[in-house]
């Protein structure tokens, strides 16, 4: 295959890992103004959860994506009622909690699965490869593109064409007038948390296609999330699409034409950004 | 109040007893921690070093109002600048190692600054971040002069000047100490400053002040930098202590963890930043002997609870409490 | 009559700090002759490396279990402490354990990094101390560190000397972890290799925590060589075994280190991992007779085959009591050094004895991955006796 060709699938794929990783915690901050720097350990939960019903149970892996979604998607609505809720409006104070809930939710998914890696699991039909112009390339690679896809068209409709979305810009661009136009923020907020912690947990166990389970994973994902935030830009779809292309262009890029500096690259991008265009490159002016 | 004119001498007595806490505290510090085993001397060493990194951290956060996630990378490069010094230059003279690291520090923070700066509100968060970051992969990287992730070992404490001097736990825990009280009233002082108040409204309201004609950038950035010579103090004391320095001295999860020490203590207080490190310290250190796999559980606990719960901090808490019952004995 | 009342309260005050800071008893210094001696175990339970910590107390606990607890008339009590994968809290608790608890051994901490930090003040004590997997040959010249199972070179050569000699590869092109170990091993079976006569075309650095070895393996199909010399952490190798077979690579596999490949992984992976040949020190199947009695007990104990972290830490609890029955419970420096250095044992990884250096001497296995009655499992192709680092 040509070699190009095989850079670019690489790059979307990684990309595409990344669009579904960062869609929700771009959800989150747009909505709620909150940095969840928990949102990597809900990836993790959910890989994990989706591991114990795939994997230990030998039950559908889709149920198992559904699954990892849910249970994050829970655990936000606890994070969301029962202490954040309480701390209305403080958005430094919500951040530093998030970083508290990383050393409890890490600590206790090594308690319930154990420290150990867990290889990578996913759908028995996405086991093989594709053969794409000749050359054998993996099919839950090609999965995770398709699934990006379809989220990232869902989610688009979702911001553009629906009422709902038209009441998360609402509440993301002007609150005041949001509220005072009757929209009820608080319940649009908890949604936006869930919703963004679903997709978390669901891309844990999409993802884990690829790499598999491991507790130090959530830090190594939060990072890249913050990555493609920084670059593309915070509350919309389209921000972190640009975002996690770039990112996927970097990596797959970078790896093969400067191989020594790949993790220096995404840092030099991230600061570039930062300095030309602070709230990234198709962020909202929050 | 309606009291009759004190004595002076009742006047002296008075000022003592309401300064109890500071008493009783500089009392155990200089007396009776040197009595104790000394791995305890080594404990109050690395709390009083992540003391004045947390202080250092206060004056960004609790003054100039910036979040930061980066603060660690000063500290980090201070130890490695005093810690390659030391181990590939074998230059054997504290002095001149406490100089390379703040001054490295320092010029970092200054660079940083600048690109910290552009960032309005949670954003400094994100570039602070980043700017860690870059200098993490960069240590881990560069092989050659950092020893990577490994980290520099072999960190001698180096000497002193005085002919005859051998340093121990004991010496070097008195050094910190003195280090600290420096470090301690220099922040004080400037919090106190003119320049100070001037952060503080800034922090409060940042677009009135620049109506008021303040250059806030400047003040902020000032500000910035001291922060960063000052954790680059603790840097430097903090690779002597541990005879290493690793590329996770200067990572996110540290600057996270001296975080957490000024939330705990109490925000835009500098002494609330010094309680908050003995606090955290000291609860990862005991906690950790009760359960070698399950502390993170009590430190994050503890955590999400102060700032539920005591969101001032533990150490303002306290002092607001010291400060009712003396006026309640009416002193 | 105001100057004593204060006089009366500072020194209240005092008192009261005083009996805060809790009982400063003579604690600390090990006892050499009588009384209960304290092993200790400082590994990591928390951070990256915390996939080690159980494992390592198990293979300790079933060793102390084996004898009740006892050697030589004493008891034995055992302290663990989390080094949390960082070198400052290591150094901390090491502290700890000797002067408070007062430990005559510490096994770990595991990473080299972390023991370069914590040996030197060990040495300073007098507290002797034991790798887990293998150190630098340069720490022997702080004199109380047992250099277990070997030094960093053995999780290389024997591989490196299969590969050039056996196999006849002459070319070969490496991928590493970009950290510290995945450059020592790496670069290390580069230079065997080429010592042999053999050549390392290309070396490519993949950062920790790559999932996506693409760009990687992209560069790999245009290369051509007569074997690829990989070595990453447990949770890339997986990936990039998976992707390799995906990517319809083909060219065999060599790998220093290949413990990081648990009999686990095998277990349940061996169709994506089969095809590499790795630098074993241990696997469950190794046909030892101290080995066979060992797995039987151990998979009755804890319902697990063991792998090398556990059984590494048996040996070195083992190597502990042997010595201490030769000094009839003595835990003194000297005498125990001595002790251990007089040691030849038979040990689940074959028979082992100690160089003056305190360079343990150990078998090295070349493994490659085979179906076995049904199970992925190591297979040994090839047996190194004891084989000694040339450096020294």
Redesign the interface.
């Given at each position: 295959m040509n070699?190009v060709l095989?850079?670019i699938?690489?790059a979307i794929?990684?990309g595409a890992?990344l669009f579904l990783l960062a869609s929700g915690f771009s959800l989150i901050f747009g909505v709620m103004?909150v940095?969840n720097l928990s949102h990597g350990a809900l990836y993790v939960v959910g890989a994990y959860i989706g591991w114990t019903t795939a994997v230990a149970h030998g039950i559908s892996f889709w149920l198992g994506a559904l699954a990892g979604g849910l249970v994050a998607g829970l655990i936000s609505l606890i994070m969301e009622a029962g202490?954040f809720r309480?701390?209305y409006k403080q958005?430094?104070?919500q951040?530093?909690?998030t970083?508290?809930?990383?050393?409890?939710l890490?600590?206790?998914s090594?308690?319930i699965w154990?420290?150990?890696?867990r290889?990578?699991f996913t759908s028995p039909a996405l086991s093989?490869?594709f053969a794409i112009l000749g050359?054998?390339?993996?099919?839950v690679r090609i999965a995770i593109i398709l699934i990006g896809i379809v989220i990232a068209v869902g989610l688009w409709w979702l911001q553009d064409k629906t009422r709902a979305g038209a009441m998360i810009r609402a509440g993301m661009d002007d609150k005041e007038t949001a509220v005072a136009l009757g929209i009820n923020l608080p319940l649009v907020a908890t949604v936006a948390f869930f919703v963004g912690s679903f997709l978390a947990g669901f891309a844990g166990v999409i993802?884990a296609g690829?790499?598999?389970v491991?507790?130090?994973?959530s830090?190594?994902v939060m990072?890249l999330v913050?990555?493609v935030?920084?670059i593309g830009g915070v509350g919309s779809v389209q921000g972190t699409l640009v975002g996690a292309g770039i990112l996927g262009a970097i990596?797959?890029?970078?790896?093969?034409l400067f191989?020594?500096y790949?993790?220096?690259t995404v840092?030099?991008a991230?600061?570039i950004v930062?300095?030309v265009k602070?709230?990234g490159i198709l962020g909202r002016q929050? | 109040m309606g009291r009759e004119p004190a004595s002076s001498e009742k006047q002296g007595l008075l000022k003592v007893i309401r300064l109890a806490p500071q008493f009783l505290i500089l009392l155990l510090l200089i007396f009776l921690i040197p009595l104790e085993p000394t791995y305890i001397q080594s404990l109050a060493t690395k709390i009083l070093i992540f003391a004045i990194f947390a202080m250092s951290l206060d004056l960004i956060i609790g003054y100039a109002g910036i979040m930061s996630l980066g603060h660690a990378a000063f500290f980090g490069a201070a130890g490695y600048g005093a810690g390659i010094l030391a181990v590939r230059f074998s230059i054997d003279n504290i002095w001149l190692g406490l100089a390379s690291g703040i001054l490295l520090a320092t010029f970092i923070a200054a660079v940083f600054g600048i690109i910290a700066l552009q960032a309005k509100g949670i954003y400094s968060i994100l570039i602070t971040f980043a700017l860690g970051q870059l200098l993490y992969s960069l240590a881990t990287k560069w092989r050659s002069v950092t020893n990577g992730d490994y980290g520099l070992w072999g960190v001698p404490l180096p000497a002193l000047g005085l002919s005859g001097f051998e340093w121990n736990g004991t010496y070097y825990y008195y050094f910190v100490f003195l280090a600290f009280l420096v470090c301690y009233l220099c922040l004080y002082r400037l919090v106190k400053s003119p320049f100070g108040k001037s952060l503080q409204g800034i922090r409060e309201g940042e677009s009135r002040m620049r109506a008021l004609g303040y250059n806030t950038w400047l003040f902020k950035y000032v500000a910035f930098v001291i922060a960063g010579m000052f954790a680059g103090v603790a840097g430097v004391l903090f690779a002597y202590h541990s005879g290493i320095i690793t590329p996770g001295d200067l990572a996110v999860m540290n600057s996270g963890f001296v975080m957490l020490m000024v939330i705990a203590g109490g925000i835009g207080t500098i002494y609330g930043a010094a309680i908050g490190a003995a606090l955290i310290i000291t609860i990862q250190y005991y906690a950790g002997i009760l359960t070698a796999d399950r502390w993170p559980l009590i430190l994050g606990g503890v955590f999400v609870l102060t700032i539920m719960y005591a969101r001032a901090g533990v150490g303002v808490y306290f002092y607001s409490l010291w400060k009712r019952a003396l006026v309640r004995w009416k002193f | 009559m105001k100057q004593s009342r204060l006089l009366v309260i500072v020194g209240i005050a005092l008192l009261g700090s005083f009996l805060l800071t809790g009982p400063r008893l003579a604690t600390g210094a090990q006892q050499t002759q009588g009384g209960p001696i304290k092993l200790g175990v400082l590994i990591d339970f928390t951070g990256p490396m915390s996939f080690a910590g159980q494992p390592v107390v198990d293979g300790v606990k079933m060793r102390l279990e084996e004898v009740g607890y006892k050697v030589a008339g004493r008891t034995i009590e055992l302290v663990v402490e989390d080094s949390a994968t960082d070198a400052s809290i290591a150094v901390e608790k090491a502290k700890k354990m000797v002067e408070k608890d007062g430990v005559s051994f510490i096994i770990g901490p595991m990473i080299s990094g972390m023991r370069m930090a914590v040996i030197p003040y060990l040495a300073k004590q007098k507290i002797l101390t034991s790798a887990i997997h293998a150190d630098p040959l340069e720490s022997s010249k702080f004199g109380n560190n047992l250099i277990f199972p070997s030094t960093l070179t053995m999780d290389s050569l024997p591989v490196a000397e299969y590969a050039s000699k056996v196999l006849g590869y002459r070319t070969a092109t490496c991928i590493g972890a970009d950290y510290n170990a995945g450059h020592e091993y790496i670069d290390t079976l580069a230079k065997q290799f080429e010592s042999m006569g053999g050549k390392a075309i290309q070396k490519q650095w993949a950062p920790l925590g790559t999932m996506d070895w693409a760009p990687y393996l992209t560069n790999l199909k245009k290369t051509t060589a007569d074997c690829v010399a990989v070595w990453t952490i447990d949770s890339d190798i997986v990936p990039f075994m998976q992707q390799y077979k995906t990517f319809g690579l083909t060219m065999p596999l060599i790998m220093p280190q290949a413990n990081v490949i648990t009999s686990a992984i095998v277990a349940e992976k061996g169709e994506s991992v089969k095809g590499i040949i790795g630098n074993i020190t241990y696997h469950w199947g190794l046909d030892y007779p101290a080995n066979k009695k060992y797995v039987a007990d151990f998979k009755a104990r804890y319902k697990r085959l063991p792998e090398h972290h556990e059984t590494h830490s048996y040996i070195i609890t083992s190597m502990f009591l042997a010595g201490l029955e030769k000094t009839k419970g003595d835990t003194s420096f000297d005498k125990l050094k001595k002790a251990i250095l007089s040691l030849k044992m038979d040990t689940p990884e074959g028979p082992i004895s100690i160089d003056p250096n305190m360079v343990v001497r150990a078998n090295k296995h070349v493994c490659d991955i085979q179906k076995v009655n049904g199970v992925w499992v190591w297979h040994t192709l090839k047996t190194y006796v004891q084989p000694k680092d040339p450096a020294y």
């Amino acid at each position: 295959m040509n070699i190009v060709l095989l850079n670019i699938l690489n790059a979307i794929s990684y990309g595409a890992i990344l669009f579904l990783l960062a869609s929700g915690f771009s959800l989150i901050f747009g909505v709620m103004g909150v940095l969840n720097l928990s949102h990597g350990a809900l990836y993790v939960v959910g890989a994990y959860i989706g591991w114990t019903t795939a994997v230990a149970h030998g039950i559908s892996f889709w149920l198992g994506a559904l699954a990892g979604g849910l249970v994050a998607g829970l655990i936000s609505l606890i994070m969301e009622a029962g202490f954040f809720r309480r701390l209305y409006k403080q958005l430094n104070e919500q951040m530093l909690l998030t970083f508290g809930f990383v050393y409890i939710l890490d600590n206790l998914s090594r308690w319930i699965w154990g420290p150990s890696y867990r290889a990578p699991f996913t759908s028995p039909a996405l086991s093989g490869s594709f053969a794409i112009l000749g050359s054998p390339y993996p099919a839950v690679r090609i999965a995770i593109i398709l699934i990006g896809i379809v989220i990232a068209v869902g989610l688009w409709w979702l911001q553009d064409k629906t009422r709902a979305g038209a009441m998360i810009r609402a509440g993301m661009d002007d609150k005041e007038t949001a509220v005072a136009l009757g929209i009820n923020l608080p319940l649009v907020a908890t949604v936006a948390f869930f919703v963004g912690s679903f997709l978390a947990g669901f891309a844990g166990v999409i993802g884990a296609g690829v790499t598999g389970v491991y507790p130090e994973m959530s830090m190594s994902v939060m990072l890249l999330v913050l990555a493609v935030i920084i670059i593309g830009g915070v509350g919309s779809v389209q921000g972190t699409l640009v975002g996690a292309g770039i990112l996927g262009a970097i990596d797959a890029f970078g790896k093969a034409l400067f191989p020594d500096y790949a993790m220096f690259t995404v840092y030099l991008a991230m600061i570039i950004v930062l300095l030309v265009k602070p709230s990234g490159i198709l962020g909202r002016q929050v | 109040m309606g009291r009759e004119p004190a004595s002076s001498e009742k006047q002296g007595l008075l000022k003592v007893i309401r300064l109890a806490p500071q008493f009783l505290i500089l009392l155990l510090l200089i007396f009776l921690i040197p009595l104790e085993p000394t791995y305890i001397q080594s404990l109050a060493t690395k709390i009083l070093i992540f003391a004045i990194f947390a202080m250092s951290l206060d004056l960004i956060i609790g003054y100039a109002g910036i979040m930061s996630l980066g603060h660690a990378a000063f500290f980090g490069a201070a130890g490695y600048g005093a810690g390659i010094l030391a181990v590939r230059f074998s230059i054997d003279n504290i002095w001149l190692g406490l100089a390379s690291g703040i001054l490295l520090a320092t010029f970092i923070a200054a660079v940083f600054g600048i690109i910290a700066l552009q960032a309005k509100g949670i954003y400094s968060i994100l570039i602070t971040f980043a700017l860690g970051q870059l200098l993490y992969s960069l240590a881990t990287k560069w092989r050659s002069v950092t020893n990577g992730d490994y980290g520099l070992w072999g960190v001698p404490l180096p000497a002193l000047g005085l002919s005859g001097f051998e340093w121990n736990g004991t010496y070097y825990y008195y050094f910190v100490f003195l280090a600290f009280l420096v470090c301690y009233l220099c922040l004080y002082r400037l919090v106190k400053s003119p320049f100070g108040k001037s952060l503080q409204g800034i922090r409060e309201g940042e677009s009135r002040m620049r109506a008021l004609g303040y250059n806030t950038w400047l003040f902020k950035y000032v500000a910035f930098v001291i922060a960063g010579m000052f954790a680059g103090v603790a840097g430097v004391l903090f690779a002597y202590h541990s005879g290493i320095i690793t590329p996770g001295d200067l990572a996110v999860m540290n600057s996270g963890f001296v975080m957490l020490m000024v939330i705990a203590g109490g925000i835009g207080t500098i002494y609330g930043a010094a309680i908050g490190a003995a606090l955290i310290i000291t609860i990862q250190y005991y906690a950790g002997i009760l359960t070698a796999d399950r502390w993170p559980l009590i430190l994050g606990g503890v955590f999400v609870l102060t700032i539920m719960y005591a969101r001032a901090g533990v150490g303002v808490y306290f002092y607001s409490l010291w400060k009712r019952a003396l006026v309640r004995w009416k002193f | 009559m105001k100057q004593s009342r204060l006089l009366v309260i500072v020194g209240i005050a005092l008192l009261g700090s005083f009996l805060l800071t809790g009982p400063r008893l003579a604690t600390g210094a090990q006892q050499t002759q009588g009384g209960p001696i304290k092993l200790g175990v400082l590994i990591d339970f928390t951070g990256p490396m915390s996939f080690a910590g159980q494992p390592v107390v198990d293979g300790v606990k079933m060793r102390l279990e084996e004898v009740g607890y006892k050697v030589a008339g004493r008891t034995i009590e055992l302290v663990v402490e989390d080094s949390a994968t960082d070198a400052s809290i290591a150094v901390e608790k090491a502290k700890k354990m000797v002067e408070k608890d007062g430990v005559s051994f510490i096994i770990g901490p595991m990473i080299s990094g972390m023991r370069m930090a914590v040996i030197p003040y060990l040495a300073k004590q007098k507290i002797l101390t034991s790798a887990i997997h293998a150190d630098p040959l340069e720490s022997s010249k702080f004199g109380n560190n047992l250099i277990f199972p070997s030094t960093l070179t053995m999780d290389s050569l024997p591989v490196a000397e299969y590969a050039s000699k056996v196999l006849g590869y002459r070319t070969a092109t490496c991928i590493g972890a970009d950290y510290n170990a995945g450059h020592e091993y790496i670069d290390t079976l580069a230079k065997q290799f080429e010592s042999m006569g053999g050549k390392a075309i290309q070396k490519q650095w993949a950062p920790l925590g790559t999932m996506d070895w693409a760009p990687y393996l992209t560069n790999l199909k245009k290369t051509t060589a007569d074997c690829v010399a990989v070595w990453t952490i447990d949770s890339d190798i997986v990936p990039f075994m998976q992707q390799y077979k995906t990517f319809g690579l083909t060219m065999p596999l060599i790998m220093p280190q290949a413990n990081v490949i648990t009999s686990a992984i095998v277990a349940e992976k061996g169709e994506s991992v089969k095809g590499i040949i790795g630098n074993i020190t241990y696997h469950w199947g190794l046909d030892y007779p101290a080995n066979k009695k060992y797995v039987a007990d151990f998979k009755a104990r804890y319902k697990r085959l063991p792998e090398h972290h556990e059984t590494h830490s048996y040996i070195i609890t083992s190597m502990f009591l042997a010595g201490l029955e030769k000094t009839k419970g003595d835990t003194s420096f000297d005498k125990l050094k001595k002790a251990i250095l007089s040691l030849k044992m038979d040990t689940p990884e074959g028979p082992i004895s100690i160089d003056p250096n305190m360079v343990v001497r150990a078998n090295k296995h070349v493994c490659d991955i085979q179906k076995v009655n049904g199970v992925w499992v190591w297979h040994t192709l090839k047996t190194y006796v004891q084989p000694k680092d040339p450096a020294y």
